[in-house]
């Protein structure tokens, strides 16, 4: 079984910064790239960033590249997602999914297992 529990949302100022983390075991993060999908009200679903089990693979959708960075921590099998430069409308539900086996630019039916989801809130 896939457990994949998500961390670290909360409120923050335009301009500021969040880190989310996602907690999996030490066989998922081997196996799967796994990444992050975002679900704004009124928005469709957005996978914005995947890394894959080698790190050789990492993935930013252009709403988020420059200004958010995914990591791996193997020693606590995790994979963080530090977002900077926040904008009022990266304000979503941030889920932690993963991708399969590599990050490409996701079509929609990549996400076999999710997280409970994390909520980001960006006003000032």
């Known amino acids: 079984q896939v457990q994949l529990v998500e961390s670290g949302g909360g409120s923050a100022q335009p301009g500021g910064s969040l880190r989310l983390s996602c907690a999996t075991s030490k066989s998922?993060?081997?196996l799967y790239a796994i990444g992050w999908v975002r679900q704004a009200p009124g928005r469709e679903r957005e996978g914005i960033s995947c890394i894959s089990s080698s790190e050789g693979n990492i993935y930013y959708?252009?709403?988020?590249?420059?200004?958010f960075t995914i990591s791996r921590d193997t020693a606590k099998n995790t994979i963080?997602?530090?977002?900077?430069?926040?904008?009022p409308e990266?304000?979503?539900?941030?889920?932690?999914?993963t991708w399969g086996f590599y990050c490409t630019e996701p079509t929609g039916y990549e996400y076999e297992h999710?997280?409970?989801?994390?909520?980001v809130t960006v006003s000032s």
């Open 28 to 30: 998922s993060l081997d």
């Open 61 to 67: 959708a252009d709403s988020v590249k420059g200004r």
């Open 80 to 87: 963080s997602l530090q977002m900077n430069s926040l904008k």
């Open 90 to 97: 990266n304000t979503a539900v941030y889920y932690c999914a």
């Open 114 to 119: 999710w997280g409970q989801g994390t909520q």
